[in-house]
């Protein structure tokens, strides 16, 4: 498997990084399973592009370990938006097949989503409840459960599976699907 630039003199904050990547790295094969070969980009390219843009972040050093995981997912969303984005700026110009960049759901249906029309979905939502956007962001394309979510946001389970509901129920709703899940 692949890791990480080396850095001689680890430190902690490092430690956390490798941790991260490694986590981060199978969260991403995962969530990849199911998806077509023609898919342009690869888990280890996009654990790679969220590495690099976390280490390029300068003054937004992680608290702990579950900060390090909510700016990694948010890392994450902005990569795969920026790939689905320029995917149809290609497809615009005439160079490519018009494939979707999708993005698998957390739930076991398999219901694939539009990343850039998530994106969208989600930004609206974030309006409406910051807290529900922020769980749906951590589960979507962080692809933490809702132990680790509520470990993140400092919420009890409870909480997290409630507004997980509901959130999901609401993006739903806003494909005019059925929430059965």
Do not use: C
Not at 49 to 75: C, M, R, V, W
Request: cysteine-free; aromatic content about 6%; hydrophobic content about 35%.
């Amino acid at each position: 498997m692949p890791s990480p630039p080396e850095n001689t003199g680890q430190t902690e904050q490092n430690q956390d990084y490798d941790l991260m990547y490694a986590q981060l790295l199978g969260m991403a094969r995962s969530r990849f399973a199911g998806q077509s070969p023609s898919h342009t980009l690869q888990p280890t390219a996009l654990v790679h592009e969220a590495y690099l843009k976390l280490a390029a972040t300068k003054g937004n050093d992680p608290k702990d370990q579950h900060h390090l995981l909510a700016i990694a997912s948010h890392a994450m969303r902005q990569v795969l938006v920026d790939h689905a984005r320029k995917k149809n700026a290609i497809k615009r110009g005439g160079g490519d097949d018009g494939a979707r960049v999708t993005l698998s759901d957390v739930g076991s249906d398999g219901k694939e989503w539009d990343v850039l029309e998530l994106h969208d979905t989600i930004e609206h939502l974030a309006k409406l409840d910051p807290r529900q956007a922020q769980i749906i962001e951590l589960r979507f394309f962080g692809g933490l459960t809702v132990e680790q979510t509520a470990e993140v946001l400092g919420l009890s389970e409870r909480a997290v599976y409630l507004d997980w509901k509901m959130a999901r129920a609401w993006i739903m709703s806003q494909y005019g699907i059925d929430d059965d899940g």
